[in-house]
C-alpha cells in the first residue's frame, strides 16, 4: 500500500445535519462498505428476516404453480368481477414503487441533498416492487407463455398489439419504468462498486467488484460525463414516474365504468403512490438503520422530512377522496351517485371506511413533531398507511365491478386462499429481495454521502483539517453563499505553501 | 518490463501522478498545472469534484447530442409503428376512430422516448468514457486503490507537449501532495 500518509481526524457533526457523528470520508466507506465486505456483519434480524421473506416466497412458487396448472378459475374473479386482487395488488405494488424513483429523481432535481442517505435503498425497493407488480399482470392475462405477444413485433400471425388501448400503454409503461430503473440504480452503483473493488480484501470480491464495476476509475473527464448522464436520467424519470402511474390510472378511467371515469385519477394516484411509497421506505428504514447502526447516516431529520412528505401525500389522497364524494353528486348521474352510496354503504362499506380510517385520519397524527420523532409509532403508522392504499385500490376496482350497470349481472367477489398466496407470496420475494440486496451490495449510495459531506464541510467553512482554506474567515466574508455552493467559487488565492507552517 | 521507478524520460512511463487528501487541495493544484501550461492531465476523485472539468478546460458536448438524438429516434420510432402497424399493416376501425388516432398514440411514444434517451445516456456515457476497461496505466500508481475512498490524484501524462520526468516531478512536488509517483505505462 505505499506510504499511509496521515489520516485526518473524523470531524464532529452534530444533530440537525444529514450526517451525524464522527465522519470522514473512509468512515463513510467503512459504515457502508462493511455491510457487504464484512459479511459477518449480518446478524439474526437479518437470517429471520431473510428466513420470513423465504418461507413466504414458497407460497408464491406453490400458488403460480397450481395457477399455471389449472388457470385463473382458482381465483375469486368472475364474470362480473374480472379485476380481482391481481389488479389491486398491481397497481399497489407498482405505487410502492413510485417513492424510490421520486426520492431518486426528482429529490435529485430539485437539489435535495439529503436524498443521498436513503435513494439507493428506495431505488432497490423500486425495482423490486415493480418486479412483484409485473407478476400479476402476466399471470392474470391467463396464459403468461404467450405474453410476448403484447409487444409489438412482426409476426406470423399477421396482427399487432392495440395501441389505443390504455391496457397496452401500460404494457410500455411499466416495461419502459422497470428498464430505466434498473440502468439509474446500477449508474449509480459503478462508482460504489469500484469502492468495494479497491477495498476488498478477498480476492474473489475484488474480481467480482472490479468487473461490475466496469473498470471505473474515477477520472475527472468521467465524472463529468457521468454527472450529465445520471442528471439526464433523473429528468426523464421524473416525467416517467408521473406518467407510468397516470397510466395505470388511465387503465381505469379511460373506461366508463362508474367510480373510475373521472380526471381526477392520473393525480390522485401518483399522489397516492408516492404516499404509499414513503410509507414502504419508512417501514424498511427504520429497522435497517437500527440493525446496521447507520443512525448517523440515516438520521432523525431523515425520518422526520419523510413522515412529513406522508402526512402530505395523506391531505392530497384526502382531497381525492372528498372530491370523488363531491363530484359522483354534483355530476348528477344516477350511477355515479349509486356508486359513491354504495362505497360508503353497500356490502363492502366497511373497507371504505376502513381506508377513510387508514388513510385520512391514522396519518393525521404525524402533525405532532412528538410522533415523528417516535419510530415505533411511526413504524406502525407506515404499515396503517401501506393497508389504507391496498384498501383504496380494493375499494376502487372491486367495489366498482361488483354492483355496475345491469343489477342482473350484480356479484359479490370473494377472494380465495390463492389470491391471498400470491400477495403474501409476492411480500415474501420482496423482502426476500430486499434483504438479499443488503447483503451484496451498498444500501447507501457511498459516493453521494461523501460529495454531501464535501458540501458539509463546505458549509460548515472548515475545510479539511490539513487544508485550512478558510481557517482566517470562518464567519465573515463567505457567509453570503448557501450550502450549494459549488466548490469552485471558494477562493483559491491562498498560496498552497501554507500548509508547511 | 521494468519495475520500480525509472528516473528517465522513456516511452514506458504514462505519466507522474500527485495524491492530495482534499478536493480543496486537488482542484488548486489542477488550476496551478493549468496555469503552468500542462495540457494532457487528468484528475482520479472519489466523488465528483464541482470545478474539477472547467479547471482541466474538459467539456463534453457529445454526450447531450447523443441523448437528444436517442431520445428523439424513440419519439419518431414509437409513432412510426404505431401509424404503420395500425394504419396501414392492420387497419382496424374501433368505434369509428381515424386510423392515425394521434392523441391515443402519444402514451407509447412518450414512453419509447424515455426508454431509448435513457439508453443513449447510459450508454453513450460508457462508450464515451471507454468503459468497461478493466486494465488501466493509472492503476499501477501506488496506492490509487484510494482513489476510491479519501484521496485526490492529479497525473500530468508522458503524451503532455511540455512532461519532462524531473521537471513535472518537481512541479508537483511545489504543489504540496501527499506524495508524488511516477507510473509506468
Known sequence: ?501 | MMHGHSLTSTPAIYAVVAEFSSDNEILRATKRAREAGYKKMDCYTPFPVHGLAEALEFEDKVLPWVMFIAALTGTFVGFGMEIYALAYDYPMNVGGRPLVSWPSFIPVAYEMTILLCAFGAVFGMLGLNGLPRPYHSIFNTPGFDLASQDRFFLAIEATDPQFDVERTEQFLESLHPERVSIVEK
Open chain 1, 1 to 501: 500500500m505505499g506510504k499511509l500518509t496521515k489520516r485526518e481526524k473524523p470531524e464532529i457533526l452534530p444533530a440537525g445535519e444529514f450526517i451525524e457523528g464522527a465522519v470522514d470520508y473512509r468512515s463513510l466507506d467503512n459504515t457502508i462498505g462493511t455491510l457487504v465486505l464484512n459479511q459477518g456483519n449480518h446478524r439474526w434480524p437479518w437470517y429471520a428476516t431473510f428466513a420470513i421473506g423465504f418461507g413466504l416466497l414458497q407460497l408464491l412458487g406453490l400458488a403460480i404453480t397450481w395457477l399455471l396448472w389449472r388457470g385463473v378459475g382458482i381465483w375469486g374473479i368472475n364474470n362480473s368481477v374480472a379485476w380481482g386482487f391481481d389488479i389491486v395488488n398491481f397497481v399497489w405494488w407498482i405505487g410502492i414503487g413510485h417513492a424510490g424513483t421520486l426520492i431518486s429523481a426528482v429529490l435529485l432535481l430539485v437539489r435535495q441533498t439529503w436524498r443521498n442517505s436513503i435513494n439507493r435503498f428506495a431505488e432497490a425497493m423500486t425495482l423490486f416492487a415493480v418486479n412483484c407488480a409485473g407478476i400479476f399482470p402476466l399471470l392474470h392475462a391467463g396464459r403468461p407463455w404467450v405474453a410476448y405477444w403484447m409487444f409489438p413485433y412482426p409476426n406470423i400471425l399477421g396482427m399487432w398489439p392495440q395501441f389505443r388501448s390504455p391496457l397496452l400503454w401500460d404494457v410500455f409503461a411499466v416495461t419502459t419504468y422497470i428498464t430505466v430503473s434498473a440502468l439509474f440504480w446500477f449508474v449509480g452503483l459503478i462508482p460504489d462498486l469500484a469502492t468495494l473493488r479497491d477495498k476488498s480484501k478477498n480476492p474473489i470480491f475484488k474480481y467480482i467488484f472490479g468487473a461490475a464495476s466496469l473498470g471505473w476509475r474515477g477520472s475527472a473527464k468521467h465524472w463529468h460525463r457521468y454527472e450529465t448522464a445520471y442528471m439526464t436520467l433523473a429528468g426523464i424519470s421524473t416525467p416517467l414516474v408521473l406518467s407510468v402511474h397516470t397510466i395505470v390510472s388511465f387503465d381505469f378511467a379511460v373506461s366508463v365504468v362508474p367510480g373510475w371515469h373521472a380526471t381526477i385519477f392520473p393525480p390522485y394516484f401518483v399522489a397516492g403512490a408516492v404516499y404509499a411509497g414513503f410509507a414502504m421506505v419508512l417501514t424498511l428504514a427504520i429497522p435497517l438503520r437500527k440493525w446496521y447502526k447507520l443512525e448517523g447516516i440515516i438520521t432523525m431529520k431523515h425520518i422526520d422530512w419523510m413522515a412529513k412528505i406522508m402526512l402530505a401525500t395523506s391531505l392530497v389522497v384526502l382531497y381525492g377522496y372528498v372530491c370523488e364524494l363531491f363530484y359522483a353528486h354534483y355530476s348528477g348521474n344516477t350511477y355515479e351517485i349509486f356508486m359513491i352510496n354504495n362505497r360508503m354503504f353497500g356490502p363492502y362499506g366497511w373497507s371504505y371506511w376502513a381506508l377513510i380510517f387508514c388513510n385520512g385520519v391514522v396519518p393525521q397524527f404525524l402533525w405532532s413533531p412528538k410522533v415523528r420523532k417516535n419510530l415505533l409509532l411511526l413504524f406502525v403508522i407506515s404499515q396503517v398507511v401501506s393497508v389504507g392504499m391496498w384498501l383504496e385500490r380494493f375499494v376502487i376496482i372491486v367495489v366498482s365491478l361488483t354492483r355496475l350497470f345491469l343489477p342482473s349481472s350484480w356479484a359479490m367477489y370473494y377472494p380465495t386462499v390463492w389470491d391471498w398466496m400470491m400477495y403474501i407470496g409476492t411480500l415474501g420475494l420482496f423482502t426476500f429481495l430486499m434483504f438479499g440486496f443488503v447483503r451484496v451490495l451498498p444500501m447507501v449510495t457511498i459516493f453521494e454521502m461523501k460529495e454531501l459531506l464535501s458540501r458539509i464541510r463546505h458549509k460548515r467553512h472548515l475545510g479539511l483539517n490539513n487544508a485550512p482554506l478558510h481557517a482566517g474567515n470562518g464567519h465573515n466574508g463567505h457567509g453570503g453563499h448557501g450550502g450549494e455552493a459549488p466548490i469552485h467559487t471558494e477562493p483559491l488565492g491562498r498560496p498552497a505553501a501554507d500548509k508547511e507552517e
